[in-house]
């Protein structure tokens, strides 16, 4: 085996594993809201833990085989992905994650609501997380929370910008590998309107775990921009 093909196997199976935690992450997360079978007539408190059960179900997965890609480079997703948060990550992130929600995702989504004013409205943009805060009532607000301030943040960045960046990034190069990464990111959210916004935020996020060669950092910005989406649409 020539010792290029040798260099690209880590690579390959980091590719590998991404698509097997995508695939039965959100295999386990469709099973699991079909089986609790909310409706529109169902109410809210029924509708947040379905949809808390089915992103815990599908993070759990992703979890997993990130593990399990950490093991098979004999190393752990603390040591490997740098899982750690400092005190300097809380400093940096979170000023980072507020002005990519309520600056960044505004300059790059304004070109498109210039084109298309009904698509690209505020209302249309922020739609999911209206509709996520709408259902979260009493006690369940504090659910809500822990499904999209921290469990997403910490989940995502582990499988996007800890296994999926680090194979596609070895492959393609560090610039495109990052471009792939966020455009991938943007698109597995399944919400046109979000893209442009969401692909140039994570591109903000894959240029963090460059640089701070961790993850706490894009986990800490990532939490600070959720936490910023639901205040916006919490209070405007």
Known sequence: MSTE??????????????????????????T??????????????VRTSTMAASAFCMWA????????????????????????????????????GLASQFVLVNVVT?????????????????????????????????????VVVVGAPIAEEILYRG????????LLGVMPGLVTTAAIFALVHFSPVEIPGLFAFALVLGLLRKNSGR????????MAFNVAGLLLVALV
């Open 5 to 30: 093909t040798s260099g690209l196997q880590p690579q390959k199976r980091a590719l590998g594993y991404w698509v097997t935690a995508f695939i039965f992450g959100n295999l386990a997360s469709l």
């Open 32 to 45: 699991v809201f079909v089986a609790l079978e909310p409706d529109a007539s169902t109410d809210s408190v």
């Open 61 to 96: 997965v992703f979890c997993v085989v990130a593990q399990r890609f950490c093991t098979a480079n004999n190393t752990t997703l603390r040591d490997g992905f740098g899982l750690s948060i400092t005190k300097r990550d809380w400093l940096v992130g979170i000023p980072i």
């Open 110 to 146: 304004w070109p498109f609501a210039q084109l298309f004013p009904d698509a690209f409205s505020f209302d249309e943009v922020s739609r999911r997380a209206t509709e996520l805060t709408d259902q979260a009532q009493g006690l369940w607000i504090v659910v809500l929370v822990l």
């Open 163 to 170: 296994v999926l960046q680090n194979g596609v990034t070895a």
């Open 215 to 222: 993850l706490g950092l894009p986990i800490v910005t990532h």
